[in-house]
């Protein structure tokens, strides 16, 4: 077998080095687990409804419920008067039934009496002002309208929520309506981070790094953060020294997780030993460089454990941006998947670009950038650098909130011109827009 550091880089396309990652991606085991556990977990599951929803033909106003043809071609001048023959509550008992020239009131959620097929809403009405029970209609836009028929919103054994998407507040509110209490999820994917180095530090470390002796090791902080933002669990090994047998100890603590990231090392410099550790590990390479920046030097492929098992590994370069970024763009989609999500990708929008964005061709490039809101604010939104792009430098990650996307090919974007940028910050808002001026 060809060693690791003696193999030709593959320079693969990002569709290509995708392609080959996710096919090697295999869903988790499941778990039953209560509703309020499984927020970010995906369904292994389709919830099906137990029951009709609504359960009964009722009212979308509170109003009362008419015969529409009683109604028709009311209007102030000439209102309809209607006898009412007594009200219905949401939850409430059955009421009478609604004959001829006949009214009964009703409030949101109420079931619609028999014989009644709208409901006019109580602003058109006088409100049961006049004398002997009888309420004035002053208008028939109502009529045949504002009932919601049984079983609009689920029908019995219909699926609510499919398998394979992810749980949030809002399948959590349809879930229940469902009449679901536990769930069966997918297994969270246990993600190692093996950060190594001669030059990093823990930030206890506190006088190495006053003394400017050592560099804090951010990498894996940073990345744990995403993975457990993803619905995974970050386990974070001690920093491995540039020794054989320091990476070792480190990538032999990994055979418990479910994947391993490695940080550092990625190139081929002198002191870059993990593809040489890996080899005599009889480490099975898929693939090595994919043409995008920052990250190129990115590698995965699989270690033989000794209980028989492959565990898959990443190695991501050292270079906080390159390391964050490849993260993103392959790491991400492969834990999603191991966790059994449908949707494995960020969101991209469209976007104009804020400023000349000026790249090299031949990789696809992703710059790190922020929304601007202001007086140049529109549809498409524009997007700024998030300070420098160097991949050695780690501040632009705090401020990011895109990836802008410049594909293999193009040198230049300039100002004005459309491109695609990858959502990274679910973050909690954003200054007024026009739709909430």
């Not at 006019?120 to 409100?127: A, F, G, K, L, N």
């Not at 190594?196 to 790094?209: F, M, P, R, S």
């Not at 802008?404 to 827009?433: F, K, M, N, S």
Request: glycine letters at 10%; one cysteine or more.
């Amino acid at each position: 077998m060809t060693k690791f550091e003696d193999r030709a880089a593959d320079w693969l396309s990002i569709a290509e080095a995708l392609e080959r990652i996710l096919a090697r991606a295999t869903p988790l085991s499941t778990e039953p687990v209560p509703l309020d556990e499984a927020m970010g977990r995906a369904l292994a599951e389709d919830i099906l409804a137990r029951y009709e929803l609504p359960p009964w033909d009722n009212s979308g106003m509170d109003g009362y419920a008419v015969r529409a043809q009683d109604v028709r071609g009311a209007t102030p001048e000439s209102s309809v008067h209607l006898r009412v023959t007594g009200a219905v509550a949401a939850g409430g008992a059955s009421s009478p039934d609604v004959n001829e020239g006949e009214a009964v009131r009703i409030m949101t959620g109420a079931p619609v009496p028999n014989g009644a097929d709208s409901v006019i809403r109580v602003e058109d009405t006088d409100r049961e002002s006049g004398e002997n029970d009888v309420v004035r209609i002053f208008g028939d836009r109502d009529a045949g309208r504002n009932i919601r028929p049984r079983g609009q919103d689920m029908q019995r054994g219909a699926i609510v929520v499919p398998r394979g998407r992810a749980v949030g507040p809002g399948q959590v509110a349809a879930i229940t309506a469902a009449g679901s209490v536990d769930v069966e999820v997918y297994r969270r994917p246990s993600i190692a981070l093996l950060p190594n180095g001669d030059e990093l530090v823990e930030l206890t470390e506190i006088e190495a790094l006053e003394q400017r002796r050592a560099i804090p090791e951010s990498n894996s902080i940073g990345l744990a953060a995403a993975i457990t933002h993803a619905g995974g669990n970050a386990v974070r090994l001690d920093i491995a020294r540039d020794t054989p047998a320091s990476l070792r100890e480190g990538i032999a603590q990994a055979g418990r997780c479910d994947a391993l990231v490695t940080l550092g090392g990625a190139s081929m410099g002198e002191g870059d030993l993990v593809k040489r550790v890996l080899h005599e590990l009889d480490f099975e390479l898929d693939f090595w460089r994919v043409r995008v920046r920052p990250g190129s030097p990115i590698s995965f492929g699989h270690l033989p454990l000794a209980d028989g098992r492959l565990l898959p590994v990443f190695g991501l370069p050292g270079n906080p941006a390159s390391a964050y970024v490849t993260f993103q763009i392959f790491v991400r989609p492969y834990l999603l998947r191991l966790a059994g999500h449908e949707r494995i990708h960020r969101m991209t929008v469209a976007a104009l670009a804020g400023e000349d964005f000026a790249t090299t061709s031949g990789l696809t490039h992703f710059l790190r950038v922020v929304f601007r809101v202001g007086e140049k604010f529109g549809h498409p939104p524009r997007v700024h650098l998030a300070g420098l792009q160097n991949s050695g430098l780690v501040q632009g990650l705090g401020e990011a909130e895109g990836l802008a996307v410049v594909p293999e090919g193009i040198e230049t974007i300039a100002e004005g011109q459309p491109l695609d940028v990858i959502l990274l910050a679910d973050t909690p808002g954003t200054a007024p827009t026009p739709w909430c001026l």
